[in-house]
């Protein structure tokens, strides 16, 4: 898959995974753009590592479901930093 297409697919998963996630989270589309393309590096890496299958293809569903669930798991990490920030201001 190519960077563009990695780019485009960790948009929309973030964006996917901020629409499941309940609650108000915070950042805008960049923040979105950066936590969806981590979320999708990882749930490739977790595919690989767990399922054997790799973020190749970029109309594969198996695909859309690792980069979005990597997108949620980064999200629920991002909301807990952020969060005890704001508790401690």
Do not use: C, D, H
Request: glycine share 16%; charged share 5%; aromatic share 12%.
């Amino acid at each position: 898959m190519g960077f563009f297409s990695f780019l485009i697919l960790g948009l929309i998963a973030g964006a996917i995974a901020k629409l499941i996630l309940p609650g108000k989270q915070g950042g805008g589309w960049i923040a979105t753009l950066i936590l969806g393309v981590i979320g999708a590096m990882l749930g490739g890496w977790l595919g690989g590592l767990i399922f054997n299958q790799p973020l190749t293809e970029f109309w594969s569903l198996p695909t859309w479901l690792l980069a979005i669930v990597g997108s949620i798991i980064v999200l629920l990490v991002y909301n807990m930093i952020t969060g005890r920030k704001r508790a401690n201001s």
